[in-house]
């Protein structure tokens, strides 16, 4: 079996940045990490991809959205499509993250439709998947995991599960400082890629690139990402700051 696999460090802005401020952040980072071998992505609000486009222009850096709507268009006010973030230029999406379920009733099922549509034109989905801290102290993380995988990327093929990254988000890690343990990460993330085999194969399992997020941060970006399974992270507040982002990037 061959693995291709490679190490991708994407940054969530979540609802942060100016346009002004989102050009001087990629005039900051763009030299600090043209070097690197990893794959870097910056997910912005609808409101800065124009710029952060126009910004990664001749650069190493690939742009994402943070959300999208799984109909192509429609009387849905406030959505925008996967065909208005394609035509544009964005090659990236992240779908189903803890934020949008919990605040925005977002479901296994509706990230299917995104999952699904994001493929459909081209976009390659972060699909992200996470557990409470009660979940995780009932000893439920393996079943809430299972499912999220099991419904949110039902109906795929194997090339379109190829072409999605998995963020595996503790919910209780995210922006409270707390860090799952690498060990700990590591075995969650292998027991994610199982769940893949089991409905995908094996083959396809291995070649799919799961990230860890959750207060990742320079200081503990090379333990993460240096273990087995974690293919890279989902930097949340880290990736606001250019110099502590690019030290995440050059982790290695």
């Avoid at 802005?13 to 070097?35: Q, R, T």
Wanted: glycine share 8%; net charge negative.
């Amino acid at each position: 079996m061959i693995i291709l696999r490679k190490k991708i460090i994407a940054g969530n802005w979540k609802m942060n940045k100016l346009p002004n401020e989102a050009i001087s952040f990629f005039e900051e980072l763009a030299p600090m990490v043209k070097n690197t071998e990893n794959e870097v992505i910056i997910c912005a609000p609808f409101t800065d991809l124009f710029y952060t486009l126009l910004s990664a222009q001749n650069t190493n850096i690939k742009i994402g959205a943070q959300n999208m709507h799984w109909e192509e268009k429609g009387a849905y006010t406030g959505e925008v499509s996967p065909q208005m973030l394609k035509a544009i230029g964005v090659e990236y999406v992240i779908i189903g993250h803890s934020e949008r379920r919990e605040y925005f009733a977002e479901t296994d099922e509706t990230v299917n439709k995104k999952l699904k549509a994001a493929h459909e034109v081209g976009l390659k989905p972060i699909i992200c998947i996470g557990e409470t801290l009660e979940q995780r102290e009932n000893g439920e993380t393996i079943q809430i995991l299972e499912k999220q995988i099991k419904f949110g990327l039902e109906g795929l093929t194997g090339e379109q599960i190829r072409n999605t990254i998995i963020a595996y988000e503790p919910i209780w890690a995210i922006g409270t400082g707390k860090t799952a343990t690498k060990e700990d990460a590591n075995e969650t993330i292998k027991s994610i890629r199982k769940e893949i085999a089991n409905m995908y194969g094996n083959d396809n399992a291995e070649n799919v690139e799961i990230l860890y997020g959750g207060s990742v941060k320079s200081s503990n970006s090379k333990d993460l990402f240096t273990m087995s399974d974690i293919d890279g992270g989902l930097v949340g507040g880290a990736s606001l700051d250019a110099e502590e982002f690019s030290k995440i990037v050059n982790y290695n």
